[in-house]
């Protein structure tokens, strides 16, 4: 059983760090590609695009993974227990994009993992 808990924390940490990378990922594809137009030279310069690349990878493998937490928690505990991603997300924001949170936000970033800790534990 721990085994298992282990084995689910490592695979939650791993979707979480595909999504910081997937967002770094997307910020540097739209500042290399430029103001998105519906054209195919467009989609073919997106699609040629390394960042592109390893934005939609990192989000493929992400969901592939997150297969396995919701097999193990169900549905609704595994749909939590991913909202790992989403602090990953907003602290790659806070740290490598430079993003400011309000004081409201850091104490909601603080209840999310909290509550991950305590989905995490049954």
Avoid: C, D, Q
């Avoid at 979480?16 to 540097?28: E, M, Q, S």
């Avoid at 602290?91 to 800790?117: C, S």
């Amino acid at each position: 059983m721990l085994v298992l808990k282990i084995y689910l924390w490592l695979i939650n940490f791993i979707i979480a760090l595909l999504t910081a990378i997937n967002v770094i990922a997307w910020g540097y594809a739209i500042r290399s590609v430029g103001n998105p137009e519906f054209s195919l030279r467009f989609i073919i310069k997106l699609i040629l695009n390394k960042w592109y690349l390893l934005a939609i990878s990192a989000a493929f493998v992400s969901s592939l993974l997150s297969y396995t937490i919701l097999r193990s928690k169900g549905v609704l505990a595994g749909r939590y227990f991913l909202s790992l991603s989403h602090v990953a997300t907003i602290l790659t924001a806070v740290l490598v994009l430079g993003e400011n949170l309000k004081p409201i936000e850091w104490i909601g970033l603080i209840l999310v993992v909290i509550g991950v800790i305590l989905i995490g534990r049954s």
